[in-house]
């Protein structure tokens, strides 16, 4: 009998009021069963908004360095939990367990980032026209925050929610992926054992369409965050904008990588590789489209189709895997999809563009990396958005060019240019509309820059000092120090 996840609210683990529950399968053995948890329910997502709403007073008003240690100990607790963590996120994700494992590494780094940004929220005094006034200017927490995060890396895109909420002062109702709630679960259940008072930390399991309406339009809720696919976040922009609440938007991306003909090839290869292929290519800033400048394409061609060959597909557990399944039936169908309208308008496939029949692979949603030429700009590989291991290569000749074609796209999330001309890398950063750009370097994110996307890739930004701002609210004071009577009509 596999054990019952429940959820958590007023700091205690209860389950839901329907009683209902749910199993959790893992994507490489589909027949393997990784946990059971109780599923939420509306009533449920206003109680834990309740809870947090009537703890909100208590934790705003605890000073940024009482804060600062609770997220201090929350970090060491998720490193003395990383491996626990990580295996659970491996068999309900699919990721492969290293790729966890540096997930939950990079989310306690998180909490320790913003634990040490916490005491320095300050505000300011302004010296004003009138010798009699100043102004003071304060960094006030918002209030009730809803933090939706999805299933490609719910662990960490949690922790760039939960962090720097926490460390502003609010409270909080999150509310995982329903095909990977148990490691986020495990995370929150970590983070409120370093000493967050009951009721500042919730989380409600549950598909978004039964219980994400409660949760992004309830009044007591006044920010929400969420980092999904593009359709739902403007769904959820639109339901939020009817109490003008505050919202951002992690969405989409598209991100071109342009290799230039004086790059160096082996650094490129291997920061494409890496890019597209981890997690099963299901992350929103990898490479999805390719872009070789003609002096060098047939050569990269050549490498990178050799090096493809050797990547090698499994359960997440194995040793010898560097490349898991797609987490669902769903997205491997979705892939397959796309691939079949390239194919359609004349793309050619140079290697893989199928599924494995190896014995232990057919019972997983396993898929072969991919790398396709000759795709048409108007396909489905070009102008959605591609969560799987399929690599579209193109050729350019001029990098206006190159910047065209990377700009054609609805996304603007990150970009990548690779040559040795810094003049030209600066210029073309500067025209390629994306929120990061990336000069001879890896698509990843960075704790201290922020990251978030232009266009329909998203709106706001997580990680560093902005990511803090996002739960921050300003407020201006007038102080009359003299008690100037003021006529009116003299």
Known sequence: MTELYKLIINGKQVESESGATAQINNPARTN??????????????KKAIDSAYDSFGGWSETTPRARSQILFRAAELLAQSESEIAEILTREQGKTYPESLNEVRLSSAVFKYYAGLAPTISGRKVDLTDPTEFGLVFKKPIGVTVAIAPWNSP???????????????????????SSTPLAD???????????????????????????????????????????????TGKTVMSIASRGIKRVSLELGGSDPMIV?????????????????????????????????????YEAFVQRITERIRKITIGDGFAKESKMGPLHSKTQKQKIMGQLSDAVEKGANVIYGGKEPTESG?????????????????????????????????????????????AND??????????????????????????????????????????FGGLKESGLGKEMSIEGLENYLETK???????GKKRAWLD
């Not at 393997?32 to 997502?45: C, H, T």
């Not at 962090?163 to 509310?175: D, E, F, H, R």
């Not at 048409?376 to 591609?386: A, F, G």
């Not at 201006?476 to 003299?482: E, F, I, L, M, W």
């Open 476 to 482: 201006s004071v007038v102080v009359n120090s003299k």
């Open 260 to 296: 230039c003909d004086d790059a160096d090839l082996d650094l490129a290869i291997d920061a494409a590789l890496v890019s597209r292929f981890r997690n099963c290519g299901q992350v929103c800033m990898s490479v999805k489209r390719l872009y070789i400048q003609k002096g060098k």
């Open 185 to 231: 679960l495990m995370m929150c259940g970590v983070v409120n054992k370093a000493g967050l008072p009951p009721g500042v930390l919730n989380i409600v399991t549950g598909k978004g369409s039964e219980i994400g309406e409660e949760l992004v339009s309830n009044k007591k809720v006044s920010k929400i965050a969420f980092t999904g696919e593009t359709e």
């Open 155 to 177: 662990v960490i895109l949690m922790a760039v929610k939960l962090a720097p909420a926490l460390a502003a002062g609010n409270t909080i109702v999150a509310k995982p992926a």
């Open 361 to 405: 692979l057919s019972q997983g949603y396993f898929y072969y990396p991919t790398l396709v030429a000759n795709v048409d700009q108007t396909s489905k590989l070009i102008q959605e958005e591609v969560f799987g291991p399929v690599l579209p290569i193109f050729k350019f000749s001029t990098i206006k060019e190159a910047i065209d074609l």
């Open 409 to 450: 796209s609805p996304y603007g999330l990150g970009s990548s240019i690779w040559t040795k001309d810094l003049d030209l890398a600066m210029t073309a950063a500067s025209k390629i509309i994306a929120g990061t750009t990336w000069i001879n370097s890896f698509h990843e994110p960075q704790i201290d820059l922020p």
């Open 32 to 45: 393997e069963v990784v946990g059971s948890l109780s599923v939420g329910s509306v009533e449920d997502a």
